[in-house]
């Protein structure tokens, strides 16, 4: 099993740009989510997905917009890059119902918005 | 609101010393996991060590234990025998469920670890 994987690991925008982050679990989990974080910040929940086909927002949604393709994949979309979202962001998938269960993270993400 | 406070920013310890982050958390659940996770420079999230809050006994794998305490909502980390690969950021998490198929994790702000040789 890869696990949680993410593409890209390093990315440079410039203001404006637009950009998918993807996101795949292998694991057969319902549930993903996306985070992102910052220094002094800890991590933020952007966007989550309990299931194929459901999205919810997060803590810091705005700027952002998610689409959960099928059960593997959840990617994050950014329409126009702004500085703010200069970030590492982080995909994780649960693999199960219950407050028991720890999330399992991806590699991450550096995202520079110049 | 779920709230978790790490009040250390940056900690230091001396190799095979013993060092304790600290967590506390706001919560009005009765019943929820709290975890410690770990971010070693290569940016890797990964978990530490897990308490539930119905359990009184405190957790432990191996070099890592935390000092639960529910009342005062305060869930520490203690690292024993610190090695020169404990050096990495330590996040606090508190996992709870908020309605239908949804759980989440709420994190503190991370305390940064360095072992000295």
């Known amino acids: 099993n890869a696990g949680v994987t993410q593409n890209p690991k390093f990315q440079v925008l410039k203001t404006g740009q637009s950009m998918t982050l993807q996101c795949a679990q292998d694991m057969n989990h319902n549930s993903m989510y996306w985070y992102r974080q910052d220094p002094g910040m800890g991590l933020r929940l952007i966007y989550y997905?309990?299931?194929?086909?459901?999205?919810d927002k997060g803590e810091v949604p705005n700027g952002y917009n998610v689409s959960r393709l099928n059960k593997r994949e959840f990617s994050l979309r950014l329409e126009s890059a702004a500085p703010s979202q200069t970030s590492v962001y982080f995909c994780?998938?649960?693999?199960?119902?219950?407050?028991?269960?720890?999330?399992?993270f991806g590699p991450g993400t550096r995202l520079t918005v110049t | 609101a779920q709230t978790v406070t790490q009040s250390q920013p940056e900690m230091s310890v001396q190799e095979a010393e013993t060092v304790t982050l600290s967590c506390t958390y706001d919560?009005?659940?009765?019943?929820?996991?709290l975890f410690w996770y770990k971010q070693p420079p290569s940016r890797q999230m990964i978990l530490v060590i897990r308490q539930e809050a119905y359990k009184q006994q405190n957790a432990t794998e191996n070099r890592f234990s935390v000092n639960f305490q529910k009342a005062a909502k305060s869930f520490s980390l203690k690292i024993s025998d610190s090695q020169l690969g404990d050096a990495a950021m330590y996040f606090c998490?508190?996992?709870?469920?908020?309605?239908?198929?949804?759980?989440?994790?709420?994190f503190g702000k991370g305390t940064l670890l360095t072992v000295n040789p």
């Open positions: 997905s309990a299931s194929e086909g459901t999205t």
């Open positions: 994780a998938s649960l693999p199960g119902l219950g407050i028991s269960y720890e999330q399992y």
């Open positions: 919560t009005s659940e009765s019943d929820y996991y």
């Open positions: 998490a508190y996992n709870w469920y908020s309605g239908g198929s949804n759980y989440k994790l709420t």
